[in-house]
């Protein structure tokens, strides 16, 4: 067990110092990832993802998370790994199409709606 006056670098940081990271970048993150992707929810999903990369990162205390007041470095460290995870995610969109269930499209393949009453048909 560490001694209780270990310095700080090499705890794994403080959850607070973790989340006030998270509010600093968290908007220009989404911002940039948006941009790339041009879809809210799915920028959302890649900027969550990237700061849970970032959480394990820190856990380990591993460059540049290893001091949590070293701005300059971790944005670089998020913007990249947001890059990437959006690049990637671009080009999936590319070869795969989704398509909203929210907003059905009709469906139009020539099928006849069923006849409203047994009078309506002709049986011979």
């Given at each position: 067990m560490p001694a209780p006056d270990a310095p700080a670098s090499t705890s794994p940081p403080a959850l607070s110092s973790f989340a006030?990271?998270?509010e600093r970048c968290q908007r220009p993150l989404y911002t940039f990832v948006c941009g790339i992707v041009n879809d809210d929810e799915?920028?959302?999903d890649l900027v969550q993802d990237t700061f849970v990369d970032a959480w394990r990162v820190a856990q380990r205390?591993?460059?540049p998370f290893d001091d949590l007041a070293a701005d300059s470095g971790i944005r670089r460290w998020?913007?990249?790994a947001a890059y990437n995870r959006a690049v990637?995610?671009?080009r999936r969109g590319r070869l795969i199409q989704w398509h909203?269930?929210?907003?059905?499209r009709p469906i139009t393949t020539g099928w006849q709606a069923a006849p409203s009453s047994m009078e309506d048909?002709?049986?011979e």
């Amino acid at each position: 067990m560490p001694a209780p006056d270990a310095p700080a670098s090499t705890s794994p940081p403080a959850l607070s110092s973790f989340a006030a990271l998270l509010e600093r970048c968290q908007r220009p993150l989404y911002t940039f990832v948006c941009g790339i992707v041009n879809d809210d929810e799915q920028a959302r999903d890649l900027v969550q993802d990237t700061f849970v990369d970032a959480w394990r990162v820190a856990q380990r205390s591993a460059p540049p998370f290893d001091d949590l007041a070293a701005d300059s470095g971790i944005r670089r460290w998020l913007f990249h790994a947001a890059y990437n995870r959006a690049v990637s995610a671009w080009r999936r969109g590319r070869l795969i199409q989704w398509h909203s269930l929210d907003r059905p499209r009709p469906i139009t393949t020539g099928w006849q709606a069923a006849p409203s009453s047994m009078e309506d048909q002709v049986i011979e």
